[in-house]
């Protein structure tokens, strides 16, 4: 992504709950190895669309310090992912059990892990800027579109996030995307713009394997459809569509 994506938990969204009754507790729970959320792990079509979600998280833990038994008790907005990762997060953490006045004891927290998106998730496009291609080059960017066609994950469900998605949900976005998407899964947009790649690159044909830097080609790519695709128009429509339909949570803005 070109954004960045946050997922906090603050030391204040750690409270003990009953049993034992927090009151007769002499020590609370803490954190020792508090959860360590990373950007890979905020759901894809969310974080394509920029919608932001808070899951609160209740778990039981161990008298040595493990969250067990977690479960999210409530998120908005739903169905997109965002209550599995927020568990999970959760678990990674270890705390310093809580205790009373003799040995540590066994208690219970909520934890509220807020997912957040830092920047405009649709900043408009930078203007490509690199030598025109060559017939050659050309030709080796035909060449890479098919190979990018015929493989089934290129139009998959997991590559925009919604194989998780409730069945009659994921049947309606997948309709969107075909459409909105069209021209930048299109062979055009493709061969062109690998082209355009190859071209800044000084290459006459793909590497024979992929490259170490290969996350780095993927984001000129992208950049390379300009004039060819505008992502940043399909993007806002596919997220002013999903919104209006489905819940989005408070903080999403439509235009």
Not at 50 to 64: A, K, L, N, W
Not at 178 to 198: I, P, Y
Request: charged content about 25%.
């Amino acid at each position: 992504m070109a954004f960045a994506l946050a997922i906090a938990i603050a030391p204040q969204s750690l409270a003990a709950t009953s049993s034992p009754d927090a009151s007769e507790l002499t020590t609370p729970p803490t954190w020792i190895e508090p959860p360590s959320p990373t950007p890979d792990e905020y759901p894809l079509f969310a974080s394509i669309l920029g919608i932001t979600s808070e899951v609160q998280v209740e778990c039981r833990v161990s008298d040595e310090g493990h969250p067990v038994d977690c479960q999210a008790v409530s998120s908005r907005p739903t169905g997109l992912g965002f209550e599995p990762i927020a568990v999970a997060i959760v678990e990674r953490g270890r705390l310093s059990p809580a205790r009373d006045e003799n040995s540590a004891v066994e208690s219970d927290i909520s934890v509220r892990v807020p997912f957040s998106i830092d920047s405009d998730p649709f900043p408009p496009p930078p203007s490509w800027e690199g030598p025109e291609p060559s017939p050659a080059q050309r030709a080796a960017g035909e060449v890479y579109a098919r190979r990018v066609l015929l493989d089934p994950a290129y139009r998959s469900d997991a590559r925009w996030g919604l194989q998780d998605m409730p069945t009659a949900m994921r049947d309606t976005v997948r309709d969107w995307v075909d459409e909105l998407f069209r021209d930048d899964m299109s062979f055009r947009t493709l061969s062109l713009a690998m082209a355009r790649v190859l071209a800044r690159r000084g290459l006459d044909r793909m590497p024979s394997e992929e490259p170490a830097d290969w996350s780095d080609w993927v984001a000129e790519l992208q950049s390379a459809k300009s004039g060819y695709f505008d992502a940043q128009a399909a993007n806002i429509e596919l997220r002013r569509r999903y919104c209006t339909r489905y819940d989005c949570g408070p903080a999403v803005a439509l235009p």
